[in-house]
């Protein structure tokens, strides 16, 4: 829990940073080149704070989206154990079965399976993809060479190059995602996260309102909406807004707690009435 409290302190610092460039842009002490100049830097700060962020959240088993409802019995959740379903990949590439990986969004660990709605096992510290061993991955890249790669296959490797900061190859693979499915959230979803850790926050929220245009109740896309709000616009007033719908979505859990801390925070600062300053690129 000390990284991820130092990530979000960092994260902080970066978006104050940009509150300070605005209130110089205001006061007419920085030309509004120089600040587009700086603030386009500073955002790309904060969206590289924010992956490592989502990323701490998830190995210490935060931001679960909660499973469907199911009859009795066992059933898969947004978490599948990324080793089991990789081994399985390698398999399928053996035998030649054309068919490829399914997996969940967040790699964070194997779930029981005689337990109905257990909680994920904390992933190791680091960058995730390290829960795939290099066969794994390899297996993952054959099958996803593939015209005809499973969806769910695109998605996961796309989710690999997104958390080892490799933005151009996780924009093509989403985008081969939407090429055969256009109203993929998920897909949309980490468009937007690409875009967000480039700086282009703007964009990157666009891709998120267009993924809850799809599916309103898509918990990924309030997560980051709320995110992007609060730490790249530091818009207060939208990010209340944002967080209360995410919690319209999620009321209880660890995320919901965190989605709550951070509404308090943004409550307090609209309470201040700072003006937003609109940015200049």
Known sequence: M?????????????????????????????????????RAEREREA?????????????????????????AGPRPAWFR??????????LLVFVGIGAGVGVGRWFTGAQEAAAPAPAPSPAPAGDQSALMT????????????REDAPIESLLQLGHVA???????????VY???????????EAITHVGAVLFQEGRVDEALAKV????????????AHWDRTQYLFYGKRDFPAAVTAAQAFLAVVPQGPDADNVRKLLAEAQQQRATGAPLIPKAR
């Open 81 to 90: 154990s990324p080793l089991a379903m990789g081994a399985a990949s390698v």
């Open 134 to 145: 290099e066969i794994e991955l390899r297996a993952l890249r054959q099958v996803a060479a």
């Open 162 to 172: 997104l958390d080892k900061g490799r933005l151009d190859e996780a924009r093509l």
């Open 209 to 220: 309102e267009a993924a809850l245009r799809v599916d309103p109740r898509y918990v990924h």
């Open 2 to 38: 000390s990284r991820i409290k130092d990530i979000k302190r960092q994260l902080e610092i970066a978006s104050e940073a940009i509150e300070a460039l605005d209130a110089e842009l205001a006061a007419g002490r920085l030309g509004i080149e120089e600040h587009g100049r700086q």
């Open 175 to 185: 985008e081969r995602v939407l090429a055969r499915e256009p109203r993929n959230v």
């Open 47 to 71: 969206g590289r704070l924010f992956v490592s962020l989502r990323r701490g959240q998830r190995e210490t088993g935060g931001h679960r989206e909660p499973p469907p409802p199911a009859p």
